[in-house]
């Protein structure tokens, strides 16, 4: 029995866990409102809110329903916007920003960008401070970043008919108006679903909380319902997405420790992740999009082995292990690098299951650099992506890196040019020892290309991919010590 | 003025087809398509499909009780494959079941036997094998070989454009219910309710007037569902009238883009000449369209290419020709701008590759050309010209010259980043270009409470249509919009409609609303004219509810006129029809006047190019667009803005893939790439032009809904232009400049190291 609360409703259901929510709420409950686009994550027609309990207050994110598992809705607040309408038929703020802004035309795509910017407007409005009303550089830049994040939270809604501008100029008016009072944006009754959620958790039976380890495993579900979602549909697979031991990220003095079923998003959020990663953000949302983000997580990535996974490539190049615990309830440590044999083959047992990743935190001579290009630059999957990290002998306390330190050591990994996510041993070997210098960068990538092996497909060609890799190893460089071409991060 | 239906569509409340409730007892369709591209089918095996589990019936050709042909311009298009398949994708049976995932289930247990044959993808392949799908068509202005052998520069050289996935948001589907004595009522997510209906009485064998076809309003047509909706309201029918159940079919995503045609890739060759002047003074471009494997809306298609073969330019000696070639694709099909963008790139790409090797820049070519009033179209048409205005008055407020010298200035000091600049001007005739279509009609019905309902047969797709027609009868009736209410485009109540494309249905069904509510209020205008003791009916006029006499408001309301005259018994409804006047086109002589009008403007594009990683973004579009005088701003805006990222898509990031047998590659949207909110244009500037010139439009507001899309063709000769600051390698003219296109080129002379 799965008991959630869908907007002012609340449901329990014996559907199989596997349904997607898209269908449960078009199908089974009638509610219209979230479209259908494309049935893979990729459009944000379908995008709804989930509203989670987290220390007694309400926190939403938006996610994609055709991805998400009726499952993963278990003592969750499921928004749709049927939820958000004013009851007398009027407009909340959001409503009426896309409408006086003509941010909608065709309308198909309209509802998943309401709700994707109303779930901005409550979140940031719970978090942020007072507006700033004054003209200080201060005030201007918190309201430049407010208007990033306006325009950030819709980076999953593809819209065909308005060029955006018109949507981006709601966002940028909805930005303006926060913070208010989140009541403006939802009607009355979300004010009492912090108690109806805590009466349904003390409510509901744990009985039937993964007791069994049943196959498939399902975490956010945003490669499998890619994939196979009709066999999905059908089923109670094993969903592991909101099993809070999974979901913590721990700084344990020398390593960190990030639970399996952490998402894009937490880490993004994450505190800890941030002290060590200055470009975490920057990074990070060159990984597919904001629903997308709050649903991908760290294992799903892994174990999906897709050969360009963003997270796969970015732990690679940690030289991060994972933990994977047995049915018997064993653990064991792997290398993420020893995780992949083959084309989607992995050296793991059908019974284990990943539970945690576990890097050593980077220090003050650690250097770390993520590049991905992708067709479209955000919301695509990578043509090529590439991670490095390296550990200089020079532990200046300097603002301005030193390019010519000596690397200590080295790890690059690179996506998109190997049947797996590569972790490119020979380069990483080579780089040990070596002075930072064109010299150096041009030798690494003879022997990266050799330890490549691309191939010719929908996202480019062999040559391409070739020439793409050396250019983002260059850009690595680029990156992280040639302070004087500060031009490369102004796109 | 907002659109109408902004209020629901916010609210999640306005009904697409997938959302309208079912009758108890619907089934659903799923069709199972050819795996191959080209062969013999052989066989079909339905047995396990029928036996699966809640299927009703499976259909194939045979099944079919009308005739297997829904191709509306050349009968080459069976509904369902027999003895041939022509494309990856082509409808081979119908699975009719109890749920949709019961009839998906079902279909993957056809088995097909085909025996394979060579696929042919490519067009010039295929005009050399003579398959051209109708006879090749030309136009001819002065004489070009005389005109060349006296020119000081000729230039030679070819394009490449690629094809572009629609992508409305809503997929194609229809609904089909059996209504009394065997007829059919059929709800579509078409542009062309009409042309459904004559396809689903052709395969069912029934007469239209048994047939209704519905369209409440579509989530993105974009000219995809054109001619490209027939298929799946004919499948939905065939099925309804074999099983006498409601059948229902709304595609899957991929099915979508695996089963329907899109933008003709064209391959073309050009030759231009020009003077000392730089004057162009004769070009000559033959045209290779890529029509798939039937014939589609192929050749207006390929007509609309040859209209716009010039572009904005006044050449004096023309001569272009067009082969429809027959291949083994999805038949390709109207995409906003019809064959317009194809040649506009050719025409840009020639200007382009004068300019670099006369070292002097694109638009002192472009500027020198521009058509003026007076000069002749290659196809005749006498030009009421505004190119030359567009752009002096879109200098006058961006300063072309000042964004140039920006771009070099930054080049000069930046490593790893170029600017590119490119300006684009565009000239875009309206009306269809046959002219039998350029017609419409309108019913209006005022009711005794003075509410007001309008039905045309223009179909709503977001691009603001009805809107617009609303405020015609507003304005008419000097009413606020909310007293009137536009209804569904239906084929009971308008018959035999041109389906809503070619920019013209505001025009044309505003026009047929402006004639009928003008006749009602005519006919007010007689009862009133005794009840506020007005002379003559001159002297009256509606405005806010009110009747006025020599422009003074009376006491006379609207609503007590109006049921007054119904008391009178006096004809509350209209259903008017208009007609495009002084157009025509004769295609023996390839001359004529085939447009009300043109729209003309001019846009300056600028990028920035990542050069070390290939990557790209918009800086700017700054566009100076005649807009007559725009009815409704809101509206008129969105679909510039709209239609210049779809342009820009088609030119950067859009690209369809078939493999070598001819099986779509790019088929979802996880591998082909529409413009994302990060992807545009930072800035998008209009500035609309200043004209007092009298126009054929609705109230003087000119058609908006294709020619912004062919300022997005700037992008591609921006980052041309950026790649050439960069190395100086003069790209080819293959659009779309994908990032692998651009970092190739960027590298192009610098590849050794890489794979060493």
Same mark, same amino acid.
């Given at each position: ?115 994707? #910017? ?177 649903? !991908? ?84 999957? !990578? ?8 550990? #200089? ?16 050591? !080295? ?60 250019? #983002?190893?260059? !850009? ?16 | ?82 003895? &041939? ?32 044959? &060579? ?235 004068? /300019? ?113 027609? $609303? ?44 004639? /009928? ?72 002589? $390839? ?49 510039? &803005? ?115």
């Amino acid at each position: 029995m799965l008991q959630f609360i869908l907007n002012d409703q609340d449901i329990s259901t014996d559907l199989p866990g596997g349904m997607t929510l898209l269908d449960f709420v078009r199908y089974r409950q009638n509610l219209k409102g979230t479209k259908i686009g494309c049935r893979e994550g990729d459009c944000g027609a379908c995008t709804i809110m989930i509203g989670e309990l987290v220390e007694d207050e309400m926190r939403y994110r938006t996610m994609t329903s055709c991805l998400m598992p009726l499952a993963n809705a278990a003592g969750m607040h499921i928004v749709t916007i049927e939820g958000i309408n004013p009851t007398d038929g009027s407009l909340t703020p959001v409503q009426k920003a896309m409408v006086d802004e003509s941010g909608t035309q065709c309308g198909f795509c309209t509802v998943g960008f309401v709700l994707s #910017l109303t779930n901005f407007c409550i979140e940031a409005s719970r978090n942020a401070n007072p507006a700033p009303q004054g003209h200080s550089e201060a005030e201007q830049s918190v309201m430049k970043r407010a208007k990033e994040s306006a325009v950030s939270s819709i980076d999953g809604n593809i819209c065909r008919c308005t060029g955006y501008k018109s949507i981006e100029r709601a966002a940028c008016r909805l930005s303006e108006q926060l913070p208010v009072n989140s009541e403006q944006f939802v009607p009355e009754y979300f004010s009492k679903i912090v108690s109806r959620l805590q009466a349904l958790r003390n409510a509901a039976t744990q009985a039937e909380t993964r007791a069994v380890a049943s196959v498939p495993v399902v975490s956010g579900g945003t490669d499998v319902y890619v994939q196979r979602p009709e066999e999905l549909a059908e089923i109670d697979a094993n969903h592991l997405f909101y099993d809070d031991e999974l979901r913590e990220i721990r700084d344990l003095g020398d390593t960190i420790e990030i639970g399996a079923s952490v998402t894009v998003s937490d880490l993004i959020e994450s505190p800890v992740m941030n002290a060590v990663f200055p470009d975490l953000y920057k990074h990070l949302k060159l990984v597919s999009s904001t629903p997308i983000r709050n649903m !991908a997580t760290l294992a799903g990535n892994f174990v999906n082995a897709s050969p360009i996974g963003d997270m796969t490539i970015w732990f690679l190049a940690l030289d991060a292990e994972i933990i994977l615990r047995a049915r018997s309830g064993s653990d064991r440590i792997l290398a993420l690098k020893d995780l992949y044999l083959g084309y989607k083959h992995l050296a793991k047992q059908s019974d284990e299951i990943i539970t945690a990743i576990r890097f050593r935190k980077p220090g003050a001579d650690s250097y770390f650099n993520f590049e991905k290009v992708s067709k479209r630059t955000y919301l695509d999957i !990578a043509t090529v992506n590439t991670a490095i990290s390296l550990k #200089l002998a020079d532990e200046t306390e300097s603002e301005i890196r030193n390019p010519n330190s000596e690397i200590v050591e !080295a790890h690059v990994s690179a996506g998109g040019v190997a049947p797996i996510p590569l972790y490119l041993k020979e380069t990483s070997a080579f780089l040990s020892g070596k002075q930072i210098d064109a010299e150096t960068i041009a030798a690494a990538n003879e022997i990266m290309q050799a330890e490549i092996s691309p191939i010719s497909d929908v996202r480019g060609t062999a040559d391409y991919k070739r020439l793409l890799l050396r250019q #983002l190893f260059r !850009a690595h460089f680029v990156e992280l010590f040639a302070t004087e071409f500060t031009d490369i991060t102004e796109s | 003025m907002k659109s109408i239906d902004a209020h629901s569509h916010v609210r999640g409340e306005s009904v697409y087809l997938d959302d309208i409730p079912l009758v108890q007892g619907t089934l659903f369709a799923c069709v199972f398509d050819s795996p191959i591209a080209h062969g013999k089918l052989k066989s079909v095996d339905t047995t396990e499909a029928e036996l699966s589990e809640g299927v009703f019936r499976v259909i194939t050709a045979k099944d079919i009780s009308g005739e297997n042909q829904i191709g509306g311009i050349v009968p080459d298009e069976p509904l369902l494959a027999h003895g &041939e398949v022509h494309f990856a994708g082509q409808p081979i049976a119908i699975v009719l079941a109890e749920t949709e995932e019961l009839a998906k289930k079902a279909s993957r247990k056809i088995t097909v036997e085909i025996e394979e044959l &060579e696929p042919v993808l490519d067009p010039r392949v295929a005009a050399a094998n003579g398959d051209l799908i109708v006879p090749a068509k030309q136009f001819v202005l002065g004489d070009t070989s005389n005109a060349f052998a006296n020119c000081e520069h000729v230039f030679e050289g070819r394009t490449e454009t690629n094809g572009q996935e629609h992508l409305y948001i809503e997929t194609q589907g229809a609904y089909a219910l059996p209504t009394e004595q065997g007829g059919l009522k059929i709800y579509s997510s078409t542009q062309g309710p009409t042309a459904v209906q004559r396809a689903v009485c052709r395969v069912t064998g029934l007469p239209m007037h048994h047939v209704e076809v519905d369209v409440q309003r579509l989530g993105g047509g974009f000219g995809g569902k054109e001619d490209q909706a027939n298929a799946w309201a004919a499948i939905c029918a065939v099925g309804a009238q074999l099983t006498k159940r409601p059948v229902k079919y709304a595609l899957h995503r991929m099915e979508d883009m695996r089963m329907t045609g899109k933008r003709h890739p064209y391959s073309s060759d050009y030759k231009i000449g020009l003077d000392k002047e730089l004057k162009i003074v004769a070009y000559e471009v033959t045209f290779y369209q890529n029509a798939g494997a039937a014939c589609d809306l192929s050749p207006p298609v390929l007509e609309r290419t040859l209209f716009h073969c010039t572009n904005s330019y006044f050449i004096p000696n023309v001569r272009a020709t067009a082969y429809c070639c027959r291949t083994n694709l999805p038949p390709n099909t109207a995409f906003r701008g019809f064959g317009g963008p194809q040649a506009m790139f050719v025409i840009e790409s020639a200007i382009a590759h004068a /300019a670099e090797k006369l070292g002097v820049s694109s638009s002192e070519i472009q500027r020198k050309n521009l058509i003026g009033d007076g000069d002749e179209f290659p196809y005749g048409q006498i030009a009421e010209s505004d190119a030359i205005t567009s752009w002096m008055q879109g200098d006058a407020e961006y300063d072309f010259a000042a964004l140039a010298k920006e771009a070099d200035e930054f080049n000069s000091t930046s490593k790893y980043f170029r600017k590119g600049v490119a300006i684009m001007p565009v000239c875009f005739g309206i009306s269809f270009t046959k002219t039998p279509m350029n017609q419409a009609r309108s019913l209006v019905h005022v009711y005794t409470d003075g509410s007001v309902a309008v039905s045309t047969g223009a179909v709503e797709m977001g691009q603001g249509v009805n809107t617009k027609i $609303a405020q015609v009868a507003a304005k008419v009736f000097g009413l606020s919009i909310e007293k009137v209410r536009l209804h569904t485009a239906n084929t009971l109540r308008i018959a035999n409609t041109s389906p809503t494309a070619a920019s013209a249905a505001a025009d044309l069904n505003g026009k047929a609303t402006q004639i /009928a509510c003008e006749q009602i209020r005519d006919r007010l205008f007689e009862v009133a004219k005794p009840l506020v003791e007005a002379e003559t009916v001159d002297s009256l006029s509606l405005e806010n509810g009110f009747i006025y006499r020599d422009g003074e408001r009376t006491s006379l309301d609207w609503q007590t006129l109006v049921m007054d005259a119904h008391l009178q018994r006096v004809n509350l409804s209209e259903h008017a029809h208009y007609t495009t006047p002084g157009i025509n086109f004769d295609w023996g002589t $390839a001359k004529g006047h085939p447009f009300a009008y043109h729209v003309y403007g001019t846009a300056i594009v600028g990028v920035t190019v990542d050069c070390l990683r290939g990557r790209y973004a918009v800086d700017y579009v700054k566009c100076c667009h005649d807009f007559g005088s725009s009815m409704n701003t809101a509206v008129d805006h969105g679909q510039i &803005e709209g239609g210049i990222v779809q342009g820009i898509g088609w030119m950067t990031m859009e690209e369809v893939v078939y493999d070598e047998k001819g099986r779509l590659r790019s088929n979802a949207l996880s591998t082909y790439k529409v413009p994302d909110i990060y992807s545009v244009p930072k800035d998008i500037e209009i500035l609309p032009l200043e004209t007092s010139r009298e126009n054929l439009a609705i109230f003087n507001s000119k058609a908006v809904g294709e020619p912004p899309l062919m300022y997005g063709i700037g992008a591609f000769f921006a980052v041309r232009n950026a790649i050439n600051a960069f190395n100086h390698t003069s790209p080819e003219f293959i659009a779309p400049f994908t990032p692998e296109r651009v970092l190739m080129n960027l590298f192009r002379n610098d590849n050794r190291d890489v794979v060493g």
